[in-house]
């Protein structure tokens, strides 16, 4: 038995860094791995604020020690593989979301955060892929059709993009990025027409 308890310094140090409150829910978390140092959860959430900060070249290290700990950690990958591709060493971000979803293949978050590797490394149409997979697997989620809308129109599929960036406005109609990626949409695609949402896209 450990002289005291890691997962209230790592339990506040999520909640904190949720709240946007980086610093504290750093320092707590260091709290947590003093006492565990191989907590993989805790190095993940450490790792995952030290990126948020910039902090890069330590998220990785955290990242690195807990794949060390748990190779077939799903989350440990996806952290690995955002902070990779936070620091634009892209192709090695995609291999770690393509292992995490050998681990998981029905991971959502690792889908879609390969689909953004991809298109920014311009493999527009593996982007295309992984992005429909995501949507097809995870709940409706207005950030999800806009990344899909994203990659179909840099494929030239404006009549399906704007489909799918008119399905984020249903789900939030506020969306500021939707609503101005739909009208660059029709401002550059000479008025294209657009399909009612709900209705099939056209394949």
């Known amino acids: 038995r450990f002289a005291a308890d890691y997962r209230p310094f790592s339990e506040l140090g999520l909640v904190l860094a949720r709240q946007g409150k980086l610093d504290e829910a750093v320092t707590l978390f260091r709290q947590a ?3 565990y ?5 805790t190095l993940c959430r450490l790792g995952t604020a030290l990126s948020e900060q910039g902090e890069l070249a330590e998220a990785e290290a955290q990242f690195r020690q807990a794949i060390a700990l748990d190779p077939d950690s799903v989350k440990a990958h996806c952290g690995l593989g ?3 591709r936070m620091a634009n060493q892209l192709g090695e971000a995609q291999a770690e979301f393509e292992k995490a ?3 998981d293949p029905h991971d959502v ?3 879609n955060e390969l689909g953004i590797a991809l298109l920014n490394q311009g493999k527009v149409d593996e982007a295309v892929a992984a992005f429909k997979t995501a949507l097809a697997e ?3 989620d ?7 809308a994203s990659a179909l129109a840099a494929l030239g599929r404006t009549t399906e993009a704007a489909e799918h960036f008119r399905r984020a406005l249903a789900l939030d109609p506020d969306n500021a990025v939707a609503r101005k990626n739909l009208d660059l949409l029709m401002d550059n695609a000479d008025r294209v027409p657009i399909p009612t949402p709900g209705d099939e896209p056209p394949r």
Do not use: M, N, Q, W
């Not at 207005?142 to 899909?148: G, R």
């Open 142 to 148: 207005a950030s999800a059709e806009i990344k899909f």
């Open 109 to 111: 978050a690792a889908r």
């Open 101 to 103: 979803l050998r681990f």
């Open 138 to 140: 995870g709940p409706k």
């Open 37 to 41: 140092p191989d907590e993989v959860d």
């Open 82 to 84: 955002r902070t990779l």
């Open 33 to 35: 791995l003093a006492i």
